[in-house]
């Protein structure tokens, strides 16, 4: 019950993720002076973002992990996370005016080469959604260790996080760009999106005061911990070593389609412009659609 609970929100959260994403590229349309760069700032800084949360959040729940399973006692993962949702929603109801200290900020420096103009005006929109970002990409790293029975079920719940997660990222980038900012506005969109970050964060503390069922030290842990000692075991006598030794270029080539995939991204939203004219809804339709192909690609690996 509390996986599926979970999961759900997971399509919640996502959703609310790319409404604020679609929501930034508004904003700093009117910081960076071009729809074109604020799009690729954008992209680039809020999956920089989430990598960096990925990381770091993926090291800290191990590290939670790893203490609760020395002193016997349950991970609170879940309790994190949703401080983590909670801690989203207060910063999108500052955004407002964070962005306008940015902007008054932009505007009272003296006028710069373009160059060193557009870097200072680039590094103000890191400040602006990168914390976010980072926040955000805490998600699949603390519900995987938070709600995996086993190191088996890992890499499949892992999966179904990401997919759920990313599903909701479609339904978020559509609604944002066809209904909620053309009807709330940015603000009201911001103070929406915050209310639904904050409302998840609540049942997700809620979730982590629960007692788990399957607790580090328990008997039934330390026949998964067993059974997966063996099949991990099992596991690498089968790579051998020719895959051992391919599997040191699997980061490389991972980093290089990601690369290549964003940057097929963007020339598309550009391409859209081009064949819309600029169409308020370009960048939504295309965010939109890659989403859902990451969706799809998730549920069925």
Not at 99 to 124: E, I, N, V
Not at 148 to 165: E, G, I, M, P, W
Not at 194 to 202: K, M, P, R, S
Request: glycine share 12%.
């Amino acid at each position: 019950m509390t996986r599926a609970l979970a999961l759900l929100l997971t399509i919640a959260t996502g959703f609310s993720g790319l409404v604020y994403e679609v929501a930034w590229q508004k904003y700093l349309a009117t910081l960076l002076g071009s729809h074109s760069e604020a799009t690729a700032a954008v992209l680039g800084l809020f999956l920089g973002g989430l990598a960096l949360g990925y990381a770091l959040f993926g090291a800290l729940s191990r590290r939670l992990m790893d203490r609760a399973h020395a002193g016997g006692t349950a991970p609170r993962l879940l309790l994190v996370y949703g401080g983590v949702e909670a801690a989203i929603g207060v910063y999108a109801l500052l955004f407002p005016a964070l962005f306008r200290g940015a902007q008054t900020l932009s505007f009272a420096l003296p006028a710069l080469p373009d160059g060193a103009g557009f870097a200072l005006d680039l590094g103000l929109a890191a400040l602006l959604i990168g914390p976010p970002a980072v926040l955000m990409g805490g998600t699949i790293p603390l519900l995987t260790q938070a709600l995996a029975r086993s190191l088996a079920d890992a890499t499949r719940f892992h999966a179904f996080v990401y997919a759920f997660n990313t599903a909701g990222a479609f339904a978020g980038a559509l609604a944002a760009g066809f209904w909620l900012v053309p009807s709330l506005g940015l603000v009201g969109v911001l103070r929406a999106m915050a209310a639904l970050n904050l409302g998840a964060g609540t049942l997700f503390l809620l979730l982590g005061l629960r007692p788990p069922a399957f607790q580090p030290g328990s008997t039934s842990a330390q026949r998964a911990d067993k059974a997966e000692d063996r099949a991990a075991r099992r596991s690498r006598a089968e790579i051998g070593r020719t895959g051992e030794r391919s599997s040191a270029s699997w980061p490389a080539v991972a980093l290089l389609v990601g690369f290549a995939m964003m940057t097929v991204q963007t020339v598309l939203i550009r391409l859209g412009g081009l064949a819309f004219g600029s169409s308020q809804f370009t960048f939504s339709m295309v965010v939109a659609v890659f989403v859902l192909c990451i969706a799809l690609g998730s549920f069925t690996v």
